[in-house]
């Protein structure tokens, strides 16, 4: 298999195109940032994740804009990479989500993005693998409002959502926000989630194509196979998911991955990890997320990190932290 | 010769239709008419491919009248091969797919999308199945592999497409679809 450099991957040519266009030398900024992107082709994910938190906090900081996660890149094709094909062959825009969902991690390998229909309404929710530094308030901005300028570009009409939910503390001039995704913004939301009509997710894509959309999904698939590093992403991208539901069990994962058990502990023994130091490793991250960005108690981050006792969360915070939960909650 | 009468008479009598007649029978005989058409909620996808214009003049002032119309234009059944022929060189890439994966596209037509700049429309060509042996023999030295290799599968095994050997792209890797630019 040829190799294939961080660089070309859809998102990272978005950021870069985002950064271009408020005049900064994304170049340089990324070289600052400690981001090589032409020779990251294993490099760690949380190394990754950490160094793309770098570079949006340093466009901030470069060009004193709180607010340049908004920027819409030149051409949504930017950042679709290789999903351009199947969203563009998709019959709607459920179809198209659904497949961007799918297929994320051959576009963006730190983010995972889940949805969920509720009477009239569609959610559809972003998370983005924190490393040792946490994520950007600018990443999330970024996503949503690239998914938006797609759906936008593939349907040709504009969808409004109708509530942003959007993590962290209210920004000073928040009615950028506002004015951005047309809609009311929700701030100190415990994740970003992106809430719509149904009806809008329903909207036909004029350039659907049945074919088309068959043989670019079979290459989609064979991709994501084939991305042999990418085991290790995709755990995390599931744990990520599914750690509210209870504490995570190997033999699980390997059902969702498709893999056997033993091939499961295989490729990730290849990777130089093992499931255990995974779940983790997601669950410090997790942790300090929801102790930055969320007013959930400890007891309620117990849960939602899938332990089972809250004596198990207690030392594991301290392990990760050198602190209790309790500590962890009042110094947020 | 019985052939080339038929479109005419056809013709004729569309033109012959009362205005509640043509609602009934799906047919518009303005640009104003479809518009309204594409932007009914819900969307009706279906009405909007198999609308037909009363005259193919219709769709020559849809495309004046409202141009970010075009792609629906392009996948109407009921465009005619002028029609499509000038799409075929449209602007907006989306608009070429639209046309690259039409039925009843002309020869040159197609000839001109197998040889368009952005491999998601030659992508379109080496897929729509009715695709002549020109046009895919137009596309077996292609720069994408993807296209490459799907025209040749269908040269050397299906002409339509429908019965391709399973392992053709095996070898497709994420370099393989670097179409964007």
């Known amino acids: ?332 | 010769m019985q052939a080339l009468v038929r479109p005419l008479a056809e013709h004729d009598a569309l033109q012959q239709l009362t205005p509640m007649r043509r609602a009934a029978t799906n047919i518009i005989d303005n640009a104003e008419a479809f518009e309204r058409l594409v932007a009914e909620l819900p969307v009706d996808v279906a009405r909007i491919k198999s609308v037909a214009a009363a005259r193919q003049q219709v769709w020559w002032d849809v495309l004046e009248r409202y141009p970010h119309l075009a792609v629906w234009v392009a996948g109407n059944r009921s465009a005619s091969v002028e029609v499509l022929a000038h799409l075929a060189v449209h602007g907006d890439m989306q608009t070429r797919l639209a046309v690259a994966s039409a039925a009843g596209l002309s020869e040159e037509a197609m000839l001109q999308l197998a040889h368009d700049h952005d491999d998601l429309v030659r992508m379109r060509v080496a897929c729509n199945p009715q695709t002549s042996r020109n046009a895919l023999s137009a596309l077996v030295d292609d720069p994408c592999t993807v296209v490459r290799k799907h025209a040749q599968a269908r040269l050397a095994h299906d002409l339509s497409g429908t019965a391709l050997p399973p392992s053709y792209l095996d070898d497709i890797s994420m370099v393989d679809l670097h179409l964007l630019h």
């Open chain 1, 1 to 332: 298999m040829k190799p294939m450099l961080m660089s070309d991957v859809g998102w990272c040519k978005a950021m870069k195109d985002a950064f271009a266009q408020h005049g900064l030398d994304v170049d340089a900024l990324l070289a600052e940032a400690g981001l090589d992107l032409d020779t990251a082709e294993e490099i760690d994910l949380g190394e990754l994740t950490d160094g793309f938190s770098r570079a949006w906090e340093l466009a901030v900081a470069k060009t004193g804009n709180p607010a340049i996660g908004l920027t819409v890149p030149s051409h949504p094709l930017n950042s679709l990479g290789v999903l351009s094909h199947v969203v563009l062959s998709a019959s709607n825009v459920r179809d198209a989500l659904q497949a961007i969902m799918r297929f994320i991690h051959l576009i963006s390998p730190t983010a995972t993005i889940d949805s969920k229909a509720e009477g009239d309404r569609f959610f559809l929710s972003l998370q983005i693998a924190s490393g040792k530094r946490p994520v950007p308030l600018q990443r999330y901005d970024f996503y949503s409002t690239v998914l938006l300028r797609g759906i936008h570009w593939l349907t040709g009409r504009r969808v409004v959502p109708l509530v942003f939910h959007r993590p962290g503390p209210a920004p000073a001039e928040p009615a950028r926000w506002r004015e951005a995704f047309g809609c009311n913004v929700v701030f100190g939301a415990p994740e970003c989630v992106i809430e719509m009509a149904l009806q809008d997710i329903a909207l036909p894509i004029p350039t659907a194509d049945q074919a088309v959309a068959d043989l670019c999904e079979r290459i989609a698939t064979q991709l994501a196979e084939q991305q042999g590093g990418s085991v290790s992403i995709r755990v995390r991208q599931v744990l990520m998911k599914h750690l509210s539901k209870g504490d995570p069990r190997r033999e699980t994962m390997a059902s969702i991955l498709c893999m056997s058990e033993r091939t499961l502990q295989r490729r990730l023994t290849e990777e130089g990890t093992s499931f255990a130091e995974l779940v983790d490793e997601v669950r410090r991250e997790m942790a300090q997320r929801y102790f930055q960005h969320s007013q959930f108690s400890p007891t309620e981050i117990t849960f939602a990190l899938g332990f089972s006792d809250p004596s198990n969360f207690y030392r594991a915070c301290k392990r990760w932290f050198g602190r209790s939960p309790s500590t962890m909650r009042c110094s947020n």
